[in-house]
């Protein structure tokens, strides 16, 4: 079977339309933080056991636990959460099985002023450059782009932008 492209050419010609690199840059700060960070919402999630006290979920601001299970029996009472995402037994362990553990939490920040701002400069930038400079010659002047189709490679984030995500960026250990 042929996977089908997740992008199309709009008239022969890559995407022009503002929202559709809103949405690229959207993507990149998400996965770059690995959670979603705004808005506020309820969501399920099904997680495999760690087989030890504590369990890190995918949030870095968890407002409550609303529902959770281990291997489906109801441990909610018996479980704190952390803001920054732990969740940990006040007796017993976690299981170890995959999928094991079910639960629904309210997380993320109602609003991210900061985190808007990095996903809009890096959409602005995508959208009006013509690629990643990949060769650069001093006379008689001359610059190359790494593009694809005539794309930018990536949406890069810049260590500034880097630096204002940290605070939302998921630590998984040390």
Same mark, same amino acid.
């Given at each position: 079977m042929t996977m089908? !492209?997740?992008? &199309?050419?709009?008239?022969?010609?890559? !995407?022009r339309d503002p929202q559709f690199w809103l949405d690229a840059a959207t993507a990149q700060v998400r996965r770059y933080c690995e959670w979603h960070i705004t808005p506020e919402v309820q969501e399920d999630l099904i997680l495999d056991g760690s087989g030890t006290r504590s369990l890190l979920i995918p949030s870095g601001h968890v407002k409550d636990l609303v529902s959770c299970t281990d291997q489906g029996v109801d441990v909610l009472a018996d +479980?704190?959460?952390?803001a920054k995402g732990v969740l940990t037994r006040r007796s017993g362990y976690w299981s170890k099985r995959n999928g094991s553990i079910r639960l629904t939490v309210l997380h993320g920040f109602e609003s991210a002023p900061d985190v808007a701002g990095v996903i809009a400069e890096v959409a602005a930038r $995508?959208?009006?450059s013509p690629g990643n400079v990949?060769?650069?010659? $001093? *006379?008689p002047? *001359? +610059?190359?782009?790494?593009?694809?189709? *005539? $794309? !930018?490679?990536?949406?890069?984030?810049?260590?500034? &932008?880097?630096?204002?995500? $940290?605070?939302?960026?998921? &630590?998984w250990g040390p």
């Open positions: 089908p !492209p997740i992008v &199309e050419l709009t008239d022969g010609s890559l !995407p +479980v704190d959460f952390s $995508a959208s009006t990949v060769r650069q010659n $001093a *006379g002047m *001359g +610059v190359s782009y790494g593009t694809v189709g *005539g $794309a !930018p490679i990536s949406l890069p984030l810049l260590q500034s &932008e880097k630096d204002i995500l $940290a605070p939302y960026k998921l &630590e």
